[in-house]
């Protein structure tokens, strides 16, 4: 008999995720509005920002051996319960004299926190959920994040215009505390694993193990991740760095245009969860590399309309489609390759493995908006010689990356 995907577990996980998001979305958007009133600098907040996720690049493996080691259920609650605690406090201590650094502080505990809690929520779906319904499970969860994503913010909006920053630090404490309660209903199988020597002995070889399993076991899942990173370097720096940058200085549009694409690439994210749930069972694995060859196809609009004599409005209305479809593209490549490395991992290994594939493709995100913000400094006038020769890159990693896929298939078999 086929597993159900909606089974009690994953139902409370999902909601679980729904309310801590919101959370977490509309208190990041009051935090930077009033950053913002107070500085009259996005470059202050953007620092802070920057500085908070450090903690999550450098703590995440460790959270993958507590994820590995800890009753999951109680971690998650427990991470949520501490995060409602810290944004309380927070709310409680904030004055106009201390604001920057308790925001400053307030960032990096959550930051601190957010590097265990992620390995823990991903490890927990391939021990809800079996077979195919990983993929689709993951697919849900994506959808939840690109909802939340797309409404959070503007309802942060209205309350932050409306109330001012306190209130919406304590709806922000609320969602925190509600995620806490539905994470106690979670029933998930813990056997505590039996370690003699000390903590950092059980660290050590915890995480020793985890690399050989990689590096001897499955390069494969390396390789895997390795292109996810790749693949989040040249569309993050693309749609974070270049879309805002082609619409505000090449167009010469303004911020609703600018924001009426964001919500677009919003609403793509969504229809390729969407995608990605239908296609599980249909699309191979192996052919996961023409799906990302696509996000490269689906770039070179973006670059070609430039080299015609097309006004701003076509302009814009080209690009703005073409990264709707490498938004939908890469939406569904990376939840396949997700869900490929969770079913290939052992489930003492899964918070690990999936908190190095966090820590990576972190990594990668800012790394490409720093080159890509060279790359169209250096390139001001147009934007061609930036995006075509990275549509090409991609179409060739793209392709080139199919005898990957098809080697992991082989191993999964």
């Known amino acids: 008999m086929e597993q159900k995907l909606f089974t009690k577990n994953f139902t409370l996980l999902v909601l679980g995720q729904v309310s801590s998001l919101f959370g977490n979305y509309i208190l990041r958007l009051a935090l930077s509005m009033y950053v913002l009133e107070v500085t009259g600098s996005a470059a202050t907040f953007g620092g802070i920002l920057s500085a908070a996720t450090v903690p999550t690049i450098l703590l995440s493996p460790f959270g993958g051996i507590l994820a590995d080691r800890a009753d999951r259920r109680k971690l998650m609650a427990a991470l949520d319960a501490l995060a409602g605690a810290v944004v309380l406090c927070a709310a409680v201590f904030l004055s106009e004299n201390n604001a920057l650094a308790v925001i400053g502080v307030l960032l990096v505990a959550l930051s601190v926190l957010g590097a265990f809690e992620t390995p823990v929520v991903q490890a927990c779906i391939p021990g809800m959920l079996e077979g195919d319904n990983i993929i ?38 609320v969602c925190f505390f509600v995620t806490a309660l539905l994470e106690c209903f979670i029933k998930l199988e813990y056997r505590p694993a039996e370690y003699q020597g000390g903590v950092l002995s059980m660290v050590k070889d915890d995480f020793f193990c985890s690399i050989r399993f990689l590096a001897e076991e499955r390069p494969d899942i390396v390789k895997i991740l390795l292109l996810a990173a790749i693949s989040r370097f040249f569309v993050m720096g693309v749609a974070l760095v270049g879309l805002p940058y082609i619409v505000r200085m090449i167009l010469g549009l303004d911020a609703k245009y600018y924001g009426a694409a964001e919500s677009m690439l919003a609403i793509a994210t969504i229809l390729g969860s969407i995608a990605a749930g239908f296609l599980t069972g249909k699309l191979k694995f192996e052919k996961l590399s023409f799906v990302l060859a696509a ?119």
């Open 295 to 413: 996000v490269g196809v689906c770039m070179i609009p973006a670059g070609a309309v430039f080299l015609l004599p097309f006004g701003a409005p076509v302009r814009y209305a080209v690009v703005t489609a073409a990264f709707f479809g490498m938004q939908i593209a890469i939406s569904i490549f990376s939840i396949f390759a997700v869900s490929k490395i969770q079913q290939s991992t052992p489930a003492h290994l899964t918070g690990k493995v999936m908190a190095y594939t966090s820590a990576v493709t972190m990594c990668a995100q800012p790394a490409g908006q720093i080159v890509y913000g060279f790359l169209f400094d250096r390139f001001s006038k147009t934007v061609y010689p930036v995006l075509l020769p990275t549509a090409a890159a991609v179409c060739v990693i793209g392709l080139f990356s199919a005898g990957i896929f098809q080697k992991s298939e082989e191993r999964t078999e």
């Open 136 to 173: 689709r499970g993951n697919a849900v969860v994506n959808q939840t994040a690109s909802v939340s994503y797309l409404i959070a913010p503007m309802l942060g909006g209205i309350l932050y215009a409306a109330f001012g920053l306190t209130p919406v630090m304590y709806a922000s404490v």
